[in-house]
């Protein structure tokens, strides 16, 4: 099931009408939701932007549903980035204390070893991934798209009811 | 292209107002679920709330049926409470910080039985830690035994083995260590083989003896006198070896003879071990109160060790960064850090609480030992206790009642404020009965009523001095089993129990003290009661004979053990001293008359000249 959800996510997301550019931002949107722990303050941002920004939805949820998996296996990276930031970087000790005395902000649980090391990497891969994204979708496009849109497949998920709803997230 | 997908924006409102709805609807199973998850994680034990009703327009919590679980015994309840109100501030929620204002508790009750195990399958970190330690400190605490069955006509030695007994061991050692020693030394004085030097040393003697002074000439004996004066040299050198070797024996020999010296003290270990190993009692009164009232004294301090510890875990002082275990979830938990900034409000605050609580002991057994009606006020108890500036105070006391103890006294105040934390506690309770319980030492139960109990506990940074008294005029005992025979042959179990069971159940005052002393991680502990010593009296006055024949028989037992072992080691290192000393002894003496006898020959060849030779 999760399988068949993330071949239709990715036959969306590849061949929408968005720009390589909108897929891979919302892709790398949505790499946030799969990298960093779910429920927290930033994802609910990072919803309302996908949603309200005009980025691929479906790239988005290929980003989350692709993450995922990285997200559980690098926990113990992303804990010790997390404690080697909030324990034993003493510079950024005062940083800490304003973001956990904020109001709202502390909310975000980023005194969280693992929420703080996954955010982190995702600030950092999340541009590197949008060119990598943007420029393999492009690619993708040229040459495989067209051989793609013959098959039985991609016919049958681009004719779903659930397509029509996608449809109202699609770039414009 | 647009940047905003304004097609979007309805979907996310509805998205948005299925989120309020959601909270709306689970707010309430969320504080529910949140209580019991932190709870559990103070307590160590489950903790149940039936419902919870969060208000957060009018910064209220109403949780009812609250459960606690007694971390030491899973099918009772520490407390329980009907309803708990609290007042919350808001705005502080927005910085994730908890402060109340005020909380009213209805409907306490304590102990109460529990239909279902409050146990967790795996307590948090920090309690599961806790528990773990105290309980390692419990199992530390030597209770010594008060066992009759050591005192009858047979005491079995078989039990003591000599592979345990240290005596042995160090005298096997100390014959294996001679040995060693022998060879070493032996080689040695081989090395050192001072006859080929001896023997040109008597040659010379002899040339010297039949040199003719006439026939030689003054350069023939000046040629004589000085290889006479070279070998003297070499004779020195060779004094000075021997010498050398002397002192580093001399020193070895007197490291064996002290380690023979340590075998008296071996033994006398050795002793103690075997005693113990047959649980002859102690007759004196100290040891005898542990024996007596050892295991409920512990099972009644444990608690408040871990609560104090717990309140150090979950109250420090200071402001330094704070870690703990990150939240339950799929991913990894992680750890979760809290930066408390001066001046700010800290992560959890309760600045008062005024309890009204009246146990009226309806439940079904009855009215409780602690039935009546109590007032408590609880103030400032806070995570960051520096921040807040100022102690926890926590004061109780009854106020009637037609049931349960006369007085109840509680002050403690625990400042955490700043290091080092002071705590202190003071309680007084009177008019308390307690349940029969067993004194498996006297094979009796024993049964307080109208207890008064007193305890003082104060603790600076890791010093900890407690004292808990428990007193009465009013005590009952019960034998559990059968009565003693009157009739029993001295020197049976029957006649020894016998004894403990006349002695006790006379006894109608009962007083027992505890004292704990010295870091609150592993305190030591004193027992004291007037029972042990009135127990002690008697067995001194009519097992004394008896106690002092089993120790007998066990010393000898050791001895017969050991002596062959320690003799066979002493003799080792007298034979030691006695072959390599002596040889070490003969090539003293056999340098000193070779180097004497050569000396005079030189000079009776100097002396015959007519002139003196430089």
């Known amino acids: 099931m999760l399988l068949l959800k993330l071949l239709q996510q990715l036959v969306r997301a590849l061949n929408s009408e968005g720009t390589p550019g909108q897929v891979a931002a919302g892709f790398a949107l949505g790499a946030s939701l799969g990298l960093t722990p779910l429920a927290n303050l930033h994802n609910l941002v990072i919803f309302a932007v996908i949603t309200l920004a005009n980025v691929s939805f479906p790239g988005a949820m290929l980003g989350w549903a692709a993450c995922v998996p990285l997200g559980f296996a690098l926990d113990p990276v992303f804990d010790a980035i997390g404690r080697r930031l909030l324990l034993e970087t003493p510079a950024l000790t005062p940083l800490w204390i304003a973001v956990y005395n904020t109001p709202v902000l502390s909310l975000a649980n980023l005194n969280n070893s693992v929420v703080l090391g996954s955010v982190l990497v995702w600030v950092v891969a999340a541009f590197p991934l949008f060119l990598v994204v943007r420029l393999g979708v492009a690619r993708y496009r040229v040459h495989v798209y067209e051989r793609l849109a013959r098959t039985r497949i991609f016919k049958a998920v681009a004719a779903s009811k659930l397509y029509n709803i996608y449809r109202l997230f699609q770039p414009e | ?614």
């Open chain 2, 1 to 614: 292209m647009r940047i905003v997908r304004w097609k979007a924006v309805g979907p996310l409102a509805v998205f948005g107002g299925l989120f309020a709805l959601g909270w709306w609807l689970l707010a309430d199973q969320a504080t529910e679920r949140a209580v019991e998850y932190v709870g559990a994680e103070i307590v160590g034990a489950r903790v149940d709330v039936a419902s919870a009703d969060l208000r957060l327009g009018e910064g209220a919590v109403r949780l009812s049926g609250l459960a606690v679980t007694n971390p030491n015994e899973p099918m009772r309840n520490l407390f329980e409470a009907e309803a708990v109100v609290a007042k919350v501030q808001t705005l502080p929620l927005l910085e994730k910080k908890i402060i109340v204002d005020t909380v009213a508790i209805r409907g306490v009750r304590f102990g109460t039985p529990r239909r279902e195990s409050g146990a967790l399958a795996r307590r948090s970190p920090t309690s599961g830690r806790l528990v773990r330690e105290i309980s390692a400190w419990a199992g530390s605490v030597r209770i010594p035994s008060l066992s009759v069955s050591g005192l009858t006509s047979v005491v079995d030695v078989s039990v003591i083995r000599p592979e345990s007994l240290a005596t042995i061991r160090l005298a096997q050692s100390l014959v294996s260590r001679g040995d060693s020693l022998e060879a070493g030394w032996r080689a040695e004085l081989a090395a050192l083989d001072p006859r080929p030097r001896l023997d040109s040393a008597r040659q010379l003697v002899a040339r010297l003896r039949e040199a003719d002074p006439a026939r030689l000439g003054l350069a023939g004996v000046r040629a004589l006198a000085e290889s006479g004066r070279t070998e003297l040299a070499a004779l020195d050198a060779l004094s000075r070896r021997v010498d050398g070797l002397d002192d580093q024996f001399k020193a070895d020999l007197g490291d064996l003879r002290r380690a023979v010296q340590g075998l008296a003290d071996a033994r006398a270990a050795d002793y103690r071990r075997a005693l113990g190993m047959l649980k002859l009692p102690s007759l004196d009164s100290p040891d005898l109160s542990p024996a007596l009232f050892g295991d409920m004294v512990l099972a009644r301090i444990q608690p408040i060790l871990y609560w104090l510890r717990l309140a150090e875990q979950y109250l420090p002082p200071g402001l330094d960064p704070r870690r703990r275990v990150g939240p339950n979830r799929a991913r990894a938990s992680g750890l979760t850090v809290t930066f408390p900034r001066e001046a700010a409000l800290p992560a959890f605050l309760l600045a008062y609480a005024a309890i009204e609580l009246e146990l009226d002991g309806a439940a079904t057994s009855g009215p409780s030992a602690a039935a009546g009606r109590y007032a408590a006020t609880l103030t400032g108890l806070t995570t960051e206790p520096a921040l807040y500036g100022r102690p926890l105070t926590l004061t109780a006391q009854r106020l009637g009642g037609t049931a349960g103890p006369r007085d109840v006294r509680l002050a403690a105040v625990l400042n955490h404020v700043a290091q080092p934390i002071r705590d202190s506690i003071h309680l007084t309770l009177s008019g308390l009965n307690f349940a029969p319980a067993l004194v498996p030492a006297l094979g009796a139960r024993v049964g307080l009523e109208d207890v008064v109990m007193q305890l003082g506990l104060t603790r600076v940074g890791d010093d900890l001095g407690a004292r808990v008294m428990w007193r009465t005029d009013r005590a009952t005992w019960t034998r559990e089993g059968s009565e003693p025979d009157p009739g029993a042959a001295v020197g049976s179990r029957a006649w020894a129990e016998g004894i403990l069971w006349r002695t006790v159940s006379g006894l109608r005052s009962v007083e027992i003290e505890a004292r704990l002393s010295g870091t609150i991680r592993a305190p030591g502990l004193a027992i004291r009661s007037n029972v042990g010593q009135v127990v002690a009296q008697a067995l001194r006055r009519e097992l004394g004979a008896q106690v002092a024949q089993a120790e007998q028989r066990v010393r000898a037992e050791v001895d017969r053990m050991v002596s062959r072992g320690a003799e066979d080691a002493r003799q080792r290192v007298a034979s030691l001293e006695d072959r390599i000393g002596s040889q070490m002894a003969v090539r003293r003496q056999e340098v000193a008359d070779a180097r004497a006898a050569l000396e005079a020959e030189v000079r009776n060849l100097t002396r015959r000249l007519p002139v003196r030779i430089p």
